[in-house]
Structure formats: C-alpha cells, structure tokens
C-alpha cells in the first residue's frame, strides 16, 4: 500500500506538468497529499521541516545559476551577437545542411553558457526559415532543436556550465570538467546516432514529397528572417569563449586560493560564531557564476549602445525566466525530498539497490526519477540527495573515481528527462506552434539515444578504465 501512495503521488505530478498546471503550487500538493495518506500527523512536519527546508537550500546553492545564465543569454539575444552566430553558422556549413546547422548552433549557444529556454526562443525563427527553404518538415524542427541544445552539451561535454552538470559537483566534491575523455566520447555517439536519426526521417520526408507544412496547418510562424545589419561573428562568439575559459581558469584557481575552507566572522553585536564554508562543495559553482559574470561583462563591453536601449525590459524578462525555472526545479527537489521520506520509497530503493554495477545502479536511479519529474535537475537533486551517500559508498568500494560518477549521474539526469511532460519539451512544443502528436516521436527518439549512451559511457569505462 505505501509503494501505491508513493505511485500515485508521482503520476499526479506528471499528469498536472502534462496538463499544463504549475508543478510550482502541484510539488507540494502531491507530496502532502501522499504524506496525508501514510501518516496524517506529519503533514505539517514535513512541509516546513522537510519540503521547504530542501526546496531554499536547493534555491541557496543554485539560484544565483539560473539568474546569471538567464542574464547573459538574454543579453547575447537583444545584442544580436545569437543572430549573428545564426547567420555566420549558415553560412560556414550551407543553408543545404540545415538540420546539422540548427544542431551546432544550439550545441555552440548552450555549451556557451545560454538558457535552454532562452535557445529555443532565439533559434526557431531561423530553423523555420532553413526548413522552409529547403523544404523539410516542420515538424522536424523540435527534434532538432533538442538534439542540440537538450543532450550532449546540457551534461555530457566537459565544462558545461548548464545546471545538470553543477549539482553534481557538490555532492561529488568534482568539477564541471570531470571525466573528460568520457564526456567527450558519449558527446559524439549521441551527435552522431542523433543526426543519424534525424537525416534518415528528413530522407522518409523527402520521399514522400512532403514539403515544410506537410498536411497540418501551421502555427506560430515566425516573421522571415532578414540578414540585415549584424555583429561580426567573432565578436559574436567572444562572450561564450570567454565563459567557456574563465570557467576553466576559475575551476583550477579557486581551490588554490581559498584551500578545503574559508571562513570569517561576522561584524556583530557579541561574539557570533565564525562562518565556515567548505571550498569543495561550492567551488564549481563559484567558478560558473565567475565566468557568466565575466561573459555578461563582455557582452556590456562589446555591444553597450545596443544592450543599453533594452536593458531594463530584458533583465526584467531575465529574472522573471529565472525565478520560474529555478522554482519549478525547487519545488520538484522538495517534492523527491518528501517522497525518499515516506515507507513506499523504500521498495523502490531496494529494488535498484539490488543492481549489482555501482554505475547502472546510479544511472538508472537518476534516470528514473528524472523522468518521474520530468526535469533533470529536478531527478538529479532528488537522486543525489536520496542516495549520494549510498553511491559514494558503492563507487569507493569498486575503485571507480568520482569523477566517472559525476559524468554518469550528470549524463543519466539527461536521459528518460524528455518524457511528455517535461516542462522545456512542452515549451518547445509551444514555441514552434507544433503538437505532442505531431512532433513528439523524434524528441523520444532522441531520448532514447541519450539514455543509451549513459549505458555506452558506463561500458567504455568497464572495457578501458578510461575517464
């Protein structure tokens, strides 16, 4: 019966995420309720002592994340240096290649340091009018879009400053660099079987002479793209490579000067006690946080008469973005909190427990409950917070770094994520004009080719030792 209470409670949160409801006011809903059904008494008690205490602690670590990403992409946005990557992009590999340009400029944006969100809404206008061009269909452009913005460079390339590949660093004491060889290699098997995938549905299309409408009516098309006036393209990409190295440098340089801990004591009436902070549980996120600082700076320098005249209105949008990416993930990890509390979960973690592997048991605990979420950071954090410690264990007990780890567990949240009701797939789907029906089949294709390279990732490791 509680395993029940603990299903039910997760196929109501993805039933309202399906529906559209905010997961915002549904999170807690659903975890009260199942905690309303197991002991009534603890209703209370859970919800200040466990669920709010872990939705602000996650808010403490990673809100200032998602601020700083959302700033600096929609600053790229309103300088026009996204469309610029665009156009410079198109033109470098052919207008006849769209389907690999929209790919490489999503991956280039993401890896760069640009909101998932904030890549769909910059990138459509300009997948519409290359698929228009060349005559593929429409409904093809959400799958591409994920391909290259919802995969590889989301938790598998090394150094991505994207949420999926920070978590993991805190719990793991690693960098956003861990297991590089790793991360690369299963980068380029989804790439790879992804534009596979991709080209071969373009080639069914063409075949049956399908066109860019095919026979549903379009939707939410957008204005025709002019190259007009715009940046030039290496000034464009000077704010992502200056993420991307002050990232690295940052990385590298934090614990040297702050050692294992920092601590102060604070300027107070009496004598407080000092504050203590470990320098590897945050130092990668200090080292992202540094770098998206550094990158916005170079965006203010570079483009400051341009960004100045829509400052105020694109920070607002900016933080408003935030705040609700940053909530919906919150309260997704409060939600996990209070259902690893309850009896019921019990039988789902001696049930993976029973996985042999240290890394398929972690891949497949991660990947399952991100899909239950239907958000990767959200699974991630719950996963972590759930069972780390049991991974940790594991792991040390087999002689596998936790660097394999955090490319594993960061990789696997990037997995099953992309189910219906994932709240950027549902985005997408809406930004494109496009249906469930008519577009969903490639995204869970392309969900299915991440998943499987997790597992690939996991048996390279076991063949070579490679990390």
């Not at 994340?65 to 600053?75: H, Q």
């Not at 991709?198 to 002479?209: M, S």
Request: proline share 5%; hydrophobic share 55%.
């Amino acid at each position: 019966m509680s395993f029940l209470i603990v299903l039910a409670a997760l196929c109501f949160l993805m039933f309202v995420a399906y529906r559209g409801y905010s997961v915002i006011l549904f999170a807690p809903v659903a975890a009260l309720g199942a905690v309303l059904l197991t002991d009534p008494a603890l209703v209370a008690p859970m919800f200040t002592g466990l669920f709010m205490d872990k939705m602000v602690g996650f808010l403490k670590l990673y809100f200032p994340v998602f601020l700083l990403g959302a700033v600096f992409g929609k600053l790229i946005e309103i300088s026009g240096f996204s469309k610029a990557i665009v156009a410079a992009t198109i033109r470098l590999v052919g207008p006849q290649r769209a389907i690999l340009s929209i790919v490489l400029v999503c991956a280039l944006l993401t890896y760069g340091g640009v909101s998932l969100f904030v890549v769909v809404f910059a990138v459509y206008p300009f997948a519409a009018e290359l698929f228009r061009q060349n005559a593929i269909p429409k409904r093809l452009i959400p799958g591409t879009i994920a391909l290259g913005a919802f995969t590889f460079t989301m938790d598998a390339l090394p150094g991505t400053p994207q949420i999926q590949n920070i978590i993991p660093t805190s719990f793991f004491g690693t960098t956003a660099w861990a297991a590089p060889v790793l991360g690369t290699l299963g980068s380029v098997l989804i790439l790879g079987l992804g534009m596979a995938y991709l080209e071969w549905r373009r080639r069914v299309a063409l075949r049956a002479n399908e066109g860019y409408a095919g026979d549903a009516e379009l939707r939410n098309e957008p204005a025709r793209f002019e190259d007009g006036r715009l940046p030039h393209p290496m000034l464009a990409i000077a704010p992502l490579l200056v993420v991307g190295v002050v990232n690295f440098a940052l990385t590298r340089w934090i614990p040297g000067w702050y050692g294992e801990s920092a601590s102060f004591a604070p300027s107070a009436i009496g004598t407080p006690a000092p504050v203590v902070q470990e320098v590897a549980k945050v130092a990668a996120i200090w080292a992202v946080l540094g770098a998206l600082l550094a990158g916005i700076a170079c965006v203010l320098a570079c483009a400051w008469r341009v960004v100045f005249a829509r400052f105020a209105e694109g920070s607002r949008q900016a933080v408003g973005g935030a705040l609700l990416a940053a909530m919906n993930t919150a309260s997704e990890y409060g939600f996990g909190a209070v259902v690893a509390a309850l009896p019921g979960f019990l039988v789902v973690a001696r049930a993976l427990e029973r996985i042999p592997d240290p890394l398929v048991n972690q891949a497949v605990s991660v990947t399952a409950l991100a899909g239950i979420t239907g958000s990767a950071s959200g699974g991630l954090g719950i996963a972590l917070a759930a069972m780390g410690q049991s991974f940790i264990a594991n792991a040390q007990a087999a002689g596998i770094p936790m660097e394999v780890l955090h490319r594993v567990a960061s990789m696997a949240s990037g997995g099953m994520d992309t189910l219906p009701h994932n709240g950027a797939v549902i985005t997408l789907l809406a930004v494109t004009g496009l249906s469930h029906r008519q577009s969903y089949r490639d995204i869970f294709a392309i969900t299915l080719i991440k998943t499987l390279a997790v597992f690939a990732v996991i048996g390279i490791y076991g063949v070579t030792g490679w990390v």
